[in-house]
């Protein structure tokens, strides 16, 4: 058994190296196959004006039956309606709701009585037209109408068609920066391996405000669109 000893021990040295030997060889497989990359990112921006307003306004009205406070809300809605035609807008462009009713209880839970509301909303190309609307409904809370309105919501329909073009510019962008980095270094761009393109940001003209899930601000009429496109390519 002794003297099996040296052998053994040799057995395991010569195991040992070529186990070292076979993770310096894999180390240098996976470095040649290794490729040097850098990642830049590339943006375009583009201002653009709203075309699409929506409006949302409500009148609600509380009263001890439902009775009484459905007729005192039917006459406010009736004189809505016309003071917003009156101004301009078409029956196509307006939809009243029909009446929501919730019951108010008290305390000990009594009942107090019924509030009823309808909602009205403007849906039109016209902003123009809507927002001299928006600016007439202001004569119903003179007339004590219990008008409840929304700020307008401006929205760029052609977004979609916008895409493509920005996206390239935003690329282009990109790889121009790539360029400025490698050659610095004294590298060479290699190929393209991967391009991801960001949600768009449609922002107030004025905002910084970045998402990483985008960002769509409609209290503007102006609108600034930026396309975000991240390149990584290889460097030889």
Known sequence: ?????????????????????????ADGIRDRGAVDTVTVTGSAKRSV???????????????????????RLDGWVRRTVVVLKQAGIEDAELTVAPVSTE??????????????????????????AVLAAIAASDQLLAEDVPLTA?????TYTKLASLRPALTSEATKDALRRAEAI?????????????????PFQVTDPAS??????????TSTREKEV?????VTLAVT
């Open 49 to 71: 004006t709203a075309d699409y307003v929506v409006w949302h306004a409500s009148i609600s009205v509380q009263e001890s039956t439902t009775a009484r406070a459905a007729g």
């Open 208 to 217: 910084t405000e970045v998402d990483d899930y985008g960002i769509y601000d």
């Open 150 to 154: 929304q700020p307008p919501q401006f």
């Open 182 to 198: 490698v050659e610095i270094t004294g590298g060479k761009l290699g190929r393209v391996i991967d391009v991801s393109v960001a």
């Open 103 to 128: 019951r108010n209880v008290g305390e000990f839970g009594d009942l107090i009585g019924y509030l009823l509301t309808r909602s009205l909303e403007v849906r039109s190309a016209r902003i123009d």
């Open 1 to 25: 058994m002794r003297a099996r000893l040296p052998q053994l021990a040799g057995l395991a040295l010569v195991a040992g190296a070529l186990l070292v030997g076979l993770i310096v060889v």
């Open 226 to 230: 930026t396309a975000v496109v991240n």
